[in-house]
């Protein structure tokens, strides 16, 4: 696994890596993907966010007796996730962690406590402060509705997801013109491109899928379309030029361009 897969001259790799929803992650798909990403080694590696379920700050009626489970945030969640993050930093020389909806709950549970100790009870449950704490080589970018984002070239830029529609990578393509965007959100592997006829550009909109259990208990009665996978891009270290290869992982099983086989 200490070998690196081959790199075309002036390229570095870029990994992006979609929902995991810890405590409901995939274990033989993040296995999976860990393991890919131990052996390409990317320079950089970014997470497209909702990498926590935040289950315990749910505004909305709990549907399964799991959900209804005591949960300790920090034991089943935060750990876990800085767990993961840890074995990342080990192989990769920048970790950019893109905040999620699900993240995002955090503040909104904080806001409503009134008075002078809100900031106080914030900082201790904010997954900014748990998560990138001591850490070094680590990107945090904020949530919000509008397009925070985390630009992996001047035309590529990544974000957790700004719709959940039926063909999202066509509405996230019409939404954002005149770059290129990777997305996750949506649990889906999707795509759209388009040729600018004027310029010649081409501009691509996708979702590498999900690393979370495809078939949650609460959607028991409404079967998902949701894939395991994950994004392998190749950047011109000039950033003049990228070439993205999304991976679909099946049962814990992927198939690298030039026919490595992981195996979670």
């Not at 995939?26 to 860990?34: E, N, V, Y």
């Not at 990107?139 to 999202?168: C, E, M, Q, R």
């Not at 006829?197 to 609460?218: H, Y």
Request: net charge positive.
């Amino acid at each position: 696994m200490s070998v690196k897969p081959h790199l075309p001259p002036g390229y570095h790799l870029v990994m992006v890596l979609p929902d995991l929803h810890i405590p409901y992650q995939d274990k033989a798909a993040i296995s999976c993907a860990m393991k890919t990403h131990e052996f390409v080694k990317p320079k950089r590696t970014v997470i497209l966010g909702d990498w926590l379920d935040a289950e315990p700050f749910k505004t909305f009626e709990v549907r399964t007796l799991m959900e209804a489970r005591a949960l300790d945030f920090k034991k089943d969640e935060i750990d876990p996730c800085n767990e993961v993050l840890d074995a990342l930093q080990k192989n990769t020389s920048l970790v950019v962690y893109i905040e999620g909806n699900h993240e995002a709950r955090i503040e909104k549970v904080a806001a409503r406590a009134r008075g002078t100790g809100i900031g106080s009870v914030h900082s201790l449950i904010s997954p900014r402060n748990l998560l990138s704490q001591g850490r070094k080589q680590f990107v945090w970018v904020p949530y919000s509705k509008s397009l925070s984002h985390y630009k992996i070239t001047n035309d590529l830029w990544a974000f957790h997801g700004l719709s959940y529609s039926k063909h999202v990578a066509e509405t996230h393509l019409n939404m954002l013109t005149s770059v290129s965007s990777v997305f996750g959100h949506v649990h889906r592997q999707q795509s759209a491109s388009r040729r600018c006829k004027a310029t010649d550009k081409q501009i691509k909109a996708w979702s590498p899928g999900c690393l979370c259990e495809r078939q949650p208990l609460w959607a028991a009665q409404m079967p998902t379309d949701w894939l395991h996978g994950f994004s392998l891009i190749y950047v011109k270290n000039d950033g003049s030029h990228w070439f993205e290869y999304t991976i679909t992982i099946k049962d814990g099983i992927c198939v690298l361009p030039g026919g490595k086989l992981i195996k979670g």
